[in-house]
């Protein structure tokens, strides 16, 4: 039952972030920003940032890269598990799912899997910008991964109430 839940949850999850029309339906243009500024990379989910400075702003614009792909994946699959599985009723596969929302690995997934792409600063404005992409295999092996972690310890969960149901018959 759970194995299946994990697996359209994994599947809904990925479409949604690297197949659907929720990001590539937004073209921006920043006036002065490099032509690959705030845009995505096919087969990745990419984020753009930016710092005023000096020549310190390139690392500045580089670290901010890290918590805006935590929030904006966070965002994303919790979109995504909201929009598909707000239905579910039973309470075994909401908290199944809700574990799959709340990851509190994401943020190690990220430090380690995200790419830098391209930093450009621009010296007379005193401006850098930066780029950065996590690939959609990347982003899969991680969820695959995650999933059946959990849906092993529920299941080991399972197991132990059971037990301890057999235990109350005595």
């Known amino acids: 039952m759970l194995e299946s839940l994990a697996v359209a949850l994994l599947k809904t999850i990925v479409v949604f972030i690297f197949e659907s029309s ?16 705030m845009k995505d990379e096919r087969g990745s989910l990419c984020v753009s940032t930016h710092a005023y400075g000096y020549m310190s702003a390139v690392e500045e614009a580089k670290d901010k890269l890290y918590p805006k792909m935590e929030e904006e994946l966070k965002r994303l ?3 995504a ?3 598909n599985f ?3 009723k039973n309470q ?3 908290r ?5 929302v709340e990851d ?3 943020s190690l997934f990220v430090e380690g899997n995200l790419r830098v792409k391209n930093v450009e600063y621009d010296k007379k404005r005193g401006i850098a910008f930066a780029r950065g992409c996590i690939s959609r295999e990347d ?10 972690e959990i849906a092993k310890s529920l299941s080991e969960k399972r197991a132990e109430e059971a037990f301890e149901e057999l235990e109350m018959i005595k």
């Open 139 to 148: 982003f899969v092996t991680y969820e695959k991964a995650r999933v059946r």
């Open 92 to 94: 075994k596969e909401r």
């Open 81 to 83: 598990v909201y929009e």
């Open 77 to 79: 699959i919790k979109k």
């Open 86 to 88: 707000r239905e579910v």
């Open 96 to 100: 199944f799912i809700l574990s799959v």
């Open 104 to 106: 509190s690995k994401l």
């Open 22 to 37: 929720v990001r590539d339906g937004t073209k921006v243009n920043v006036e002065g920003a490099p032509d690959w500024y």
